[in-house]
């Protein structure tokens, strides 16, 4: 069975720029999440959807950051205009909502990790 | 406060002896879910092992085991017969499951080096 598949896995671009990272969670998951990895905050949660509707976006750093998920096999994170402090590991994870907690576990994706110069 | 409180930064192992990773966590929820993540140097992050609150036993998987001491509030995770494939960071996180938030908590994380 496919992963989380993230795209694209590297991007460096330059400050100002438009970033846009995708996210293909696992088919049948109805939770996803946008988490960040930085070395001075660790992994902090972004944003999640619930059936493709966003459910808690308090951790999303400023209006430079929105998420969509306009279906359920597909979500994006875009930063406009990107600066060098959103240099970082973009983690996309998905879950699915049973009553069974144990498969609510989160399956992460390879991670995209952006610099921005 | 921190929810997650990694406290060993770097731990060393010899390869095939036990290692014990350290977890404490703070919450007033009274069901909430617990856990580990690996994440090697290629940078995935790797579903380990789960414990819930009202778990009776201690959770295992494989060479993993969690040791969890609800009153203390700890969750530490036990990898026996350490290989050198398990140098890696490893991640403890929690869900509070009591207020519907999906969302997990990341502790700081532990650097785990096996030494052949």
């Known amino acids: 069975d496919a992963g989380v598949i993230q795209s694209p896995r590297h991007e460096v671009t330059e400050m100002g720029q438009e970033v846009t990272l995708r996210c293909k969670p696992i088919?049948?998951?109805?939770?996803l999440f946008w988490y960040r990895q930085t070395m001075m905050r660790g992994l902090e949660l972004l944003i999640y959807?619930?059936?493709?509707?966003?459910?808690?976006d308090s951790g999303m750093p400023e209006d430079r950051f929105s998420a969509k998920m306009p279906n359920a096999s597909f979500s994006t994170l875009k930063i406009q205009p990107s600066e060098p402090r959103d240099s970082a590991v973009y983690f996309c994870?998905?879950?699915?909502?049973?009553?069974?907690?144990?498969?609510?576990?989160?399956?992460f994706g390879p991670g995209t990790r952006l610099l921005v110069l | 406060a921190q929810k997650i409180t990694q406290t060993q930064p770097g731990m060393f192992v010899q390869e095939k002896e036990a290692v014990t990773l350290d977890c404490t966590y703070d919450?007033?929820?009274?069901?909430?879910?617990l856990f580990w993540y690996k994440q090697p140097s290629s940078g995935e992050m790797i579903f380990l092992i789960y414990q819930g609150s009202y778990d009776q036993q201690n959770a295992t998987e494989g060479r993993y085991s969690l040791n969890f001491q609800k009153a203390r509030k700890s969750a530490n995770l036990v990898i026996s017969a350490s290989q050198l494939g398990d140098s890696a960071m490893y991640f403890c996180a929690m869900r509070e499951d009591y207020t519907g938030r999906r969302a997990l908590t990341f502790g700081s994380g532990t650097r785990l080096q096996v030494q052949p």
């Open positions: 959807f619930n059936n493709n509707v966003p459910i808690d």
């Open positions: 994870a998905s879950s699915t909502g049973s009553q069974l907690k144990y498969q609510e576990t989160q399956y």
């Open positions: 919450t007033s929820d009274p069901s909430y879910g």
């Open positions: 088919s049948g998951h109805d939770y």
